[in-house]
């Protein structure tokens, strides 16, 4: 299966709980940036400009695990910045688990191999470890040499201990298929749990030239689908016929609300017009009609999956032939 059946009961629960109760609007995960501190300056990262003046701030603690609660979403991405780095991050990993949130540990690895003996593998965590290629061109991305083998190193080292371990693979403008071929092959011949892959997108703070327009990533993207079926891409079915613009699909904002030590970030993860207290200013006092793709340019070329995955999730028990679809893909 490409999730666990764990994970699938307890996102199928939640669906039927919300909509049971008419709940109009809910998240599906919630990205939990616990610091925005990191050891690394990669091309195309936004929050090294937009948080430059408050790097060395981190959520508490108490903080997470309140932000998980007020959500309810029973994913949880903890990211940043670098996790690893927030010297409190076993205590948030473990307070996660106790309230059985499945939990996305994002990390760059380069400290992931010696940091595994203060956690234990859980069905709830999975260890997300990002990497844009093999080692030339995702350390030239990174800035810094050595970075794709401290990575590499770190999965081998999780695996062997009994982790689940994913990765996450940024599409640029000049990414190569024949690479990134490469790097699925390899990762899966290190027992690699899964795949996720995305579009690059520019964060509004960030004018590196890296990214892909929509038009153009329509023609290459045509290529993941590809490899889609014959490896273990956690993207699913109906969110690669849209990068191939073969599926059009509106943006969910709040699908994946974001928050951090500033508060709830508004009204996406790559956009930032207000940040409100409490989860439930973010959600009464946006205004959700004014975003997406067609309405704030901004969101013009955006094809990002914390924006349009929980689209599908949403819409696929509208369609037999959808439900059918995400099945077969989730079971091949």
């Known amino acids: 299966m490409r999730s666990s059946l764990k994970q699938t009961y307890s996102l199928t629960k939640y669906l039927i709980k919300n909509r049971i109760t008419s ?38 603690v108490s903080e997470c695990m ?30 996660l688990i106790q309230r059985k949130r499945h939990i996305y540990l994002c990390t760059n690895g380069i400290t992931l191999g010696d940091s595994l003996g203060k956690y234990n593998p859980s ?16 350390d030239s991305i990174v800035g810094a040499k050595g970075i794709f083998k401290k990575a590499t190193d770190s999965i081998k080292k999780a695996k062997e201990l009994g982790y689940t ?5 940024t599409i640029f ?20 749990d899964g795949l996720l892959v995305s579009p690059g997108f520019s964060f ?23 490899l889609s079926k014959k490896y273990k891409t956690m993207n699913t ?6 990068l191939m613009g073969e599926r059009d699909l509106k943006c969910t904002p709040w699908g994946n609300p974001t928050r951090n030590y500033l508060g709830w970030k508004g009204p996406c993860y790559l956009i930032t017009d207000a940040y409100y207290k409490t989860f439930n200013e973010l959600m009464d006092n946006t205004d959700w009609d004014k ?33 059918y679809e995400i099945a077969k893909w989730n079971f091949s």
Do not use: W
Not at 179 to 192: D, S
């Open 23 to 60: 709940v109009k609007r809910f998240p599906l995960v919630l990205m939990l940036e616990i610091t925005h501190n990191c050891n690394l300056t990669c091309d195309g990262c936004g929050r090294i400009q937009e948080f430059k003046e408050t790097m060395d701030r981190k959520m508490s």
């Open 66 to 95: 309140h932000a998980s609660e007020e959500c309810g979403a029973p994913v949880v991405s903890v990211t940043g910045g670098e996790p690893f780095l927030h010297p409190e991050l076993d205590k948030i990993v473990n307070g």
């Open 123 to 138: 069905p709830y965590l999975n260890l997300n470890v990002h990497l844009d290629g093999m080692a030339e061109t995702h």
């Open 165 to 169: 371990v994913c990765t996450n693979t």
């Open 173 to 192: 403008k000049d990414t190569d298929p024949k690479e990134i071929e490469e790097l699925f092959a390899y990762l899966t011949g290190l027992g690699i």
């Open 204 to 226: 509004e703070d960030n004018s590196n030239d890296v990214f892909i327009q929509k038009e153009e990533f329509h023609r290459k993207f045509s290529f993941i689908y590809e």
């Open 237 to 242: 079915p109906m969110y690669m016929k849209f």
């Open 291 to 323: 975003y997406g793709t067609d309405k704030d340019p901004r969101c013009k070329h955006c094809m990002v999956h914390c924006g349009f995955e929980p689209t599908v999730v949403l819409e696929t028990g509208k369609s037999l032939k959808d439900i």
